[in-house]
């Protein structure tokens, strides 16, 4: 057994060496451009990484999304990290994540998120993150929940608490790619339910987190879902903002 800093850089450094020699027989490669990845580079590309459209809303209490739930549910603060566009690499990166059995470049980016806002305050209040629930038949057939792996991330970096038990999806609703804002609000009616656990998340600030925020209809069910836990309140992080 190694032990003090000097242990530590040794097994770091074993480490290293066992990632290296696994590489040369199984190379792992970016999700985006297909290139190999460096030793210390994880799912993407450095050059990938810093070509993604990042989102730069000025404030984080007064933007596009939160200006979706204004009269409707207060949103302490919303943010996301990437732009979604017809055919950008934002969407190479999400189909990765959801149906090419991926999760893993989803704990990355989450750890990415996390590193992004945290310069800027705003895990300071939080108290728990809650992944948007999958129903049982689609993560049954996924085999996870991709916001659950965007969440992990963040976790890994602020030290936040994940609550995945405490709410549930009752209601396989079709997909919302092709439904105006109206249909996608019809879509998502009800989809939720507490579960029994819920108690945990009374008197707390909850962070929802989902991977794409395009008009916000799920997670305008999700809150309103949540609004029975006496004393909650939002925020809310997504991976990709669809608005413009």
Request: proline share 4%.
């Amino acid at each position: 057994m190694l032990w003090g800093e000097e242990g530590m850089m040794n097994t770091k450094e074993f480490r290293r060496s066992l990632r290296a020699c696994a590489d040369v027989f199984f190379p792992r490669l970016c999700v985006v451009c297909g290139t190999r990845l460096a030793l210390d580079e994880q799912q993407l590309c450095v050059a990938c990484l810093h070509q993604l459209p990042l989102v730069r809303f000025s404030s984080l209490t007064e933007n596009p999304m939160t200006d979706r739930f204004v009269g409707i549910h207060s949103v302490c603060k919303a943010a996301s990290c990437f732009h979604y566009q017809k055919g950008a690499t934002v969407n190479r990166i999400l189909f990765d994540l959801k149906y090419r059995d991926n999760p893993q470049v989803g704990f990355v980016l989450g750890r990415f998120m996390a590193r992004m806002l945290t310069g800027r305050a705003f895990f300071e209040d939080i108290d728990v993150i809650l992944p948007v629930p999958l129903s049982h038949i689609r993560r049954w057939q996924r085999g996870y929940n991709q916001s659950e792996w965007l969440a992990r991330g963040v976790a890994a970096i602020t030290g936040l608490p994940v609550c995945s038990d405490a709410v549930k999806r009752v209601r396989n609703n079709p997909t919302q790619t092709r439904l105006d804002r109206w249909g996608r609000l019809e879509n998502v009616d009800s989809i939720f339910k507490l579960t029994r656990n819920c108690s945990v998340l009374s008197g707390k600030h909850l962070l929802l987190i989902d991977d794409v925020f395009t008009t916000g209809a799920t997670i305008l069910s999700l809150c309103d879902t949540l609004k029975a836990v006496p004393g909650t309140r939002f925020s809310i992080l997504t991976l990709a903002w669809a608005g413009g």
